[in-house]
Every structure is written in C-alpha cells, then in structure tokens.
C-alpha cells in the first residue's frame, strides 16, 4: 500500500462493488489486510478511500477482521501509535457508518458514470469500426467504377476511332461515285 489515494481511488471505483468488497477483504500470509497495511504506514487518506469506497453494511465486517496477531486495523493502528489513523478508525461507529452512506452513494456514481463512459467508448469504436467498413466498402465500389468508366472510355475512344474509320470510307465511296458518275456522264455524251 503506496499510501497515494489517487491510485487507490482509481483501482477502486474501476471495480464493481463485489469486487471492492472482495479484494479489501483480501488478506495475506500474515491475515494482513489493504486496511491492516494502511494503518501500518498511517495512511489515512488511502484508508479513507478504502472505507467510503464500500457499502456502509460493508465497514464493520471490514473493520473486525484479525490478523495472525489477532488485531483489527484499530488494534494494529494503536499498537503502531498512529494517533491519526485511530483516531480516524475510532470514528467509524454506527453513526457514522450510517453518514457514510450519502459519501458512499457519491462513491457509486463516480462508478457508475466511469462504467457509462466506458461503455459509450466500446460503443464509439463500434461505430468507428463499422464506419471504416463502410468507408471500404464505398472505395472498393468507387474503385469498380472508376475501372468501369476507365473501360467505357477506351471502349468509345475505339468507337470514336472506328466512325472517323468509317466517315472516311464514306467520303472515299463517295468520291468514287461522283467520279463513276461523272465517268459515266462522259461516256453518254
């Protein structure tokens, strides 16, 4: 336990509540808790973040738990001489316990809205990934059809090729007539 709240705030409101429950009721080799530890180094920022982060039901339970040395985080925080951390421990009574519920109803919308962001996040990339599908498949549409107006092209540049070919094959037809006819004339004449 670092003692840095911010670290510990965060762990915890990333957490549902079963799973807060679950892990400050971890205990080691030692039966040592994250609140036993707390209370080693006297951090009672840190401990007070593990507190209001659980349900008020939840706190008492918490508080009683005995390590091998058979003391609560209170009975291990006077045993170290953290004035501040007992103090703070002793003032988790029923009465306060019960106060606790509005900080801990605070605490579970902090939670909430971090699982609502998180969700509206997966559902954004969501939609970003079915965007770029759709952005793939316009290109490989766009793409066909710029093959296919490539192919129209030469296809009527060919055409083009072939009416020029053919207007002179009229005009040479043509000309030969006229000079047939005009042969023709002559021979009548």
Known sequence: MSGHTEMVESLLISLSVEQRVS???IQNISLDTALHWATYEGHTAAL???LTSIPPDKVSALLSIKN???RTP???AESEGEKETVELLKSWKQPVIAAHAATYQKFAALHKADNQKSKALTNQGEELAE?????GALQEEDN?????????RAELTKLKEELVESKQQ????QEADNRK???DFFIFC
């Open 144 to 152: 066909c059809k710029t093959t296919e107006l490539a192919n129209q």
């Open 181 to 183: 006819t005009a042969g």
């Open 131 to 135: 965007s770029k599908q759709q952005i």
């Open 48 to 50: 007070q973040t593990m």
């Open 74 to 76: 209170l009975e291990e």
């Open 23 to 25: 892990l400050l009721n």
């Open 68 to 70: 091998s040395d058979s």
């Open 170 to 173: 009229i005009v040479d037809l």
